[in-house]
């Protein structure tokens, strides 16, 4: 079993900043490609930033320079630090991670969730 819990959310002021977390547990053998998901109401859940275990990033062009994706893998944590936030950021933000996880005949990679942060940037 593997949970995924986010951390962080809030209300915040256009400009202002927010830190997210998401911490991983269970019974990991080890975290591969780790990303935020966002879903503002009536909209697809889209990719808004993702890292691989290696360190390299990808973020949606609407938050490249204001988002910053890092993870601790001591920590099986992963992070999102939003600056410059802006109201149309308004949406549940969802932790992602692709976990490789033990099975009685090895391991094999599963896609998991977290619950969803919600962020509310006011104008």
């Known amino acids: 079993q593997v949970q995924l819990v986010e951390s962080g959310g809030g209300l915040v002021q256009t400009g202002g900043s927010l830190r997210l977390s998401c911490v991983v547990s269970?019974?990991?053998?080890?975290?591969?490609?780790m990303g935020w998901y966002r879903q503002a109401p009536g909209k697809q859940r889209e990719l808004v930033a993702a890292?691989?275990?290696?360190?390299?990033?990808n973020y949606a062009d609407s938050v490249k320079g204001r988002f910053t994706i890092s993870r601790d893998n001591a920590k099986n944590t992963v992070y999102l630090q939003m600056n410059s936030l802006k109201p149309e950021d308004t949406a549940v933000y969802y932790c992602?991670?692709?976990?490789?996880?033990?099975?009685?005949?090895?391991?094999?990679?599963?896609?998991?969730w977290g619950q969803g942060t919600q962020v509310t940037v006011s104008s």
């Open positions: 992602n991670a692709a976990v490789r996880i033990w099975v009685p005949i090895g391991t094999r990679i599963s896609d998991y």
């Open positions: 269970g019974s990991i053998w080890s975290i591969n490609d």
């Open positions: 890292i691989t275990s290696g360190g390299t990033t």
